[in-house]
């Protein structure tokens, strides 16, 4: 794994490992959707697609304030908010659709 890239952001400590596609920011319990959202856009684009993860109970470590955001490949799967996702013809679509089929 390679050092991790530091940068600041509306005052945050920002770190990025780009070979892990893993972006952390340390904040002080301020940061803000929009500035999350902008840091995001800021380092991989605003077009790029990234994910927080929210850990089963006992799998959280919590030491720190920090933000991690994991960014999606064109092809992982992501909750479509907007209905405009493009991937109707997807294996995970195509395998969805046979399951609730089979199941009917």
Not at 43 to 48: F, R
Not at 79 to 95: C, K, M, N, Y
């Amino acid at each position: 794994m390679s050092d991790p890239i530091r940068c600041t952001f509306y005052g945050f400590a920002t770190y990025l490992d780009e070979e892990l596609g893993h972006l952390w920011v340390e904040h002080d319990g301020t940061i803000t959707w929009d500035q999350l959202q902008a840091i995001k856009s800021a380092v991989w684009g605003a077009e790029a697609r990234a994910i927080e993860v929210y850990p089963a109970e006992g799998n959280v470590i919590n030491a720190a304030n920090i933000r991690h955001l994991w960014r999606l490949g064109p092809m992982d799967f992501a909750p479509d908010l907007v209905g405009e996702d493009g991937f109707e013809d997807s294996l995970q679509t195509r395998f969805a659709d046979a399951w609730a089929e089979a199941r009917r």
